[in-house]
């Protein structure tokens, strides 16, 4: 009882204790607020400019969701068909490295170019960050079904499909939610980027006109949101994780 | 009575084996319908291959597999499986994984949604007789090895295949379950009539099901010996204390380690 | 009456030298015109033109050597620049005295200078060294990002860097580097006889509905005139627009373009939006010392003056 | 046999289906090579510009090389210490989750102030943006370990450090691994990234000047040795994985 | 003989026990020093944990364990475990994964680099007793379940422990195997005077190792009946087909059943 009360307030314990430090290094070597301003001087520029970071982070929000949602639909879709053929794996695991490889940076003026300005860039560019970790745990959760679980259905006279639906796919689930972990950060750094060259709102805009116009207080105050909301992002796709698939966590406590 | 698994002079190599030594190696087994037949062998003898052949999960490299009178040349639709390993699907309740079977084979599967509640009663009928009543609900995690077992056995049964499988079903069990179960196996056969190969380690529980017994050589495996158990049926759990039962697995004893010693 | 939709792309964000457009959307200038202008932002006044060339965007506010350059590298893709609005660039190099830079421009020599891989005025370099014999050995370019570009320069950490006048002067004040140790050197100046941004359209754009060129053009010079005639209340437009903008500054800047850019004496004398055929003949030359043109253009296919609205309409003072 | 010789081919035959499909694409809607060079354009443009490209790759590559380095060794000790400790796992999290969220295009203007142009911010980029997944597979593997092993060794009067380096840090391996080829991928964004706003070398720098000079093919170009590149060393993390934890891919095999 | 292992009134529950049920309670059991016991009961009755809680693996909430004359507050560092589950690290080689136990425990920690001669040749002759002879510089993963078992009891005994738990250690085993496996661990137990707890399904087992066999009540655990067993040793194999044995193992079965029903 005791240690879990501890890990319940460690997390708080840590951060608070994390930026204490900092706060105590810049004062104690006297940095420049422009190099590295103190948590109290971006706290104060958070309060300062509640209303535009609340309006822009809330933008973000919707592009995040947005891409991510794409990417759920689309990622399970290709790790479906990725996970039931070994041969299309082999084949377009290349093509999809080399995507993965491509700064999603440089990309973004392309998106641009076909969609102009507005909420479609950010929204893709969130999608084609985050849709590659997913494709590739759902491929592998489908496609690392027991082989007895594979010979009793085929016994029964399944077909291949019957066993990606039946089996694979609730199997990849625990797989599925894992990446889900991962592609939100991700996601919600892609549009983050859309928004810095291709948006007129969001903290990504925010972000870039707060460091064109030098207020950097403003720049870390972004900084601070955006990590606050992935943070946030996070702790609830963790959560949906524990609660769709607590079978996979208790299985192994059982066990 | 006319032989229902007809495997005939059968040589298998797996696909993946690195040394390219054959599972299997000239084996012939005839198995009766209705038969409830035992096959015992060292560990690694191919008793799971000969399994996998039977119901065409693997195709021979020579010789011939016939089920049901046709020759094998795909997954034979028909069978129910259960392993050691019990294989239940955790996302699934118990009674979920039972009725499985039912989403696949035909005509089940188009019966199944409008004749649910049957078939749920069918299945929680089962459950009683493997002693897990009212325990569907529960997930199989949730569940002990033994009764997963228990349960995965359900599973094989629920579409009344006309071949059952089982390949150490009652591995994990203590002794009381483990007869326990023997002795829903023996009543199950009495009814249905359904064919059974059973793979097992233990002679005793040979001796107590099967109506023959086959002794498998190592590997590659072969049969080398071939028992029929004459015990009149139906069989209570008491003949297993009985002299003549402690001869008989003496005697099964003596031939596997024979065979054991020709190897 | 059916409006026509028009995308504009801007140069930049949303600062004080925008303020033009913002007013001209703002009194409904655009709308009384019959057009429905849509203004975004942009990285650099390069991205204009892409865009109009992707046909994404309709009009674009660019650099007009810019365009001379990627309608060399595209062939296929006929951009037109259609109205002048900065008559002299904002390419300067930026640098402070206390570092050893002056107004003289050989005291580049040797030294470390801060230069955006992207930059525009960077990009001027070739014609600012031909123009000013400025001997390059030695000297030392440093590829900064644009955000950190004034804030070196402020640290110390390079000597000079390019930059446009208007938004580096400011950059550098506010990051606390006094306004007497900071040296601008305003290419235009030296001898760099190049013209700035200027309204881009595309050849489709201008063939298809040549009167919405027209009516825009006619708007923005009623943006420019009202500007010029009151820059502070024109800034409000911008401040509406960008949430984190600070009026003083944004006045500071666009009072800056206006004096060095747009309104220049030239512009006073024969009207806004027009070129000075001779001296944008030597401003190709010019461009040629930058690249090598696969085909020289000619002021013509560059430049037309068939949307700009009448002389008399485009006096400024 | 068959299977394997198709499994062997199926990536070229992917990605060169892929490209004549662009190829063909571009010719049957003409669109403009400044939208969407064709593959021959932007191969004509590679072999045009081989001396540049290769001399910019290589420089991407040490950059690649050394912040890929740099994250490995930290993402191991970190993964560690998390790993064994659920206290500081707990603790650290939000922290780490939350720096995951800042776009890393975000922080190179940081480390340019601080570290100045040169090879240290797009090694750096490339560490900080690659580390993060190589600690949670760490931790994820040595947290992981079998109860009944650790019941095992500790009967015996073993310490945690033994555990963790007789059982989970071996054990953690295969994650460890796993999660190389996706930091591989990651440090190769994260040095691009760098050097497009603090190099003067590299196929990032080389990506913004050719951008900026509307050559649009070079654009690509670079692209596209960026995608080669990083399926080549995708491709070498493989391997090292296969060769290096072969027990964990075979035991499943042997099961 | 003095009492080795004294477990006096223990009530356990785990930490993460949901329902907050014991998993053992009023758990009393003295074993002597050299002692073989043997441990009967239903799946989940908490044999296990009497395993854990006599290595200091789990500490009771009531009642006191007494190890060799200590109060156990700390794993007991001395005692060898093998469980069903084999648990061999795959990366290591088997002959690897028994010197394990020898880089852990004093003295052998700071002996093994200098002697590494002598524990290897100790580790090859256990391997020989146990079948594996020349199987040691094999991976786990290229020995099959029951050759993993055998190994990971070399493990256990490669240390000489005071004290040895084996958790159903025969249970994946054919008969063959499993019988000879009985030998080693009869030949062992006679030449080392180790004390022994062994849990274990099989009562055959239980009656033909066994100096006293404790059969366990349904969860919550607690010792319900124990019996002598006096066959003189050595024994051999044999026995186990006298009527004297099929008498003892068929009492035990009466006595568990009867323990079943009470609860
Ligand atoms: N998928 C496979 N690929 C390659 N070889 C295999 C495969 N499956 C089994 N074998 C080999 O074939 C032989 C027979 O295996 P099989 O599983 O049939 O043995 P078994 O009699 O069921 O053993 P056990 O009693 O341990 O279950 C073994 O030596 C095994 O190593
Ligand atoms: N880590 C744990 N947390 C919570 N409950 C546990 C834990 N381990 C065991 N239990 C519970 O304690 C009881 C006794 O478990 P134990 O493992 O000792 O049984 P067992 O007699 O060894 O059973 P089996 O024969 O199946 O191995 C069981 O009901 C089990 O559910
Ligand atoms: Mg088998
Ligand atoms: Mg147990």
Redesign the pocket.
Known sequence: MKTKNQLAIAPWIFTIGFFVLWELACRVFNISSFILPAPSTILFAVWEYRTQLTYHAFHTLWMTLAGFGLAVVFGLLLGMVLGSSRLINAGSYPLLVGFNSIPKVAVVPILVFWFGVGWVPPVLTAFLISFFPIVVNVATGIATVEPEMEDVLRALGASKKDIVFKVGVPRAMPYFFGSLKVAITLAYVGSVIGEQNASNVGIGNLLTRASAAFEVPLVWASLLVLAVLGVIMYAITAYAERSMTGWAQRSQMAA | MPVFVDIHNVTHV????EDGVP??ENLTIRINEGEFAAIV??????????M?LATGLQFPREGTVIVDGKEVGAPVKLAGMAFQNPTMLPWRTTLDNILLPLEIVEPHRSRLRRHKAEYVAKAESLLEQVGLKGQGQKFPWQLSGGMQQRASLCRALIHEPKLLML??PFGALDSFTREELWCVMRDLHAAQKVTIIL?T?DLREAAFLADRIFC?SA?P?RIVAEREVTFPRPRDLEITYTPEFSELVHELRGRIAQARKAA | QAQTPVRFSLDWRWEGPAAPFAVALDKGYFKAEGLDVTIDPAAGSREPISRVASGTYDVGFGDVNSLVRFRDENPGTDLKAVMVIYDRPPFAIIGRKSRGISKDASSLTGKKIGAPAADGAFAQWPIFKTVNKVDETGMKFENVGFPVREPMLAQGEVDAVFGFSMSSFINLKSRGVPADDIVVLLMSDYGVDLYGNTIIVSQKFAQEKPEAVKGLLRAIMKGVQDTVKDPSSAVDSVIKRNDVAKKDVELERLKMVLEQNMITPWVKENGFGGIDKARFAKALDQIGLTFTYKEKPSVESVFTEEFLPAADQRKVN
Chains 1, 4 share one sequence.
Not at chain 2, 14 to 17: F, H, K, V
């Open positions: 797996y696909a993946r084996a599972a299997v062998g060292p560990s690694g003898c191919g008793k799971s291959t000969l996998k390949d150490e793979v380690h498998m590997r495996g």
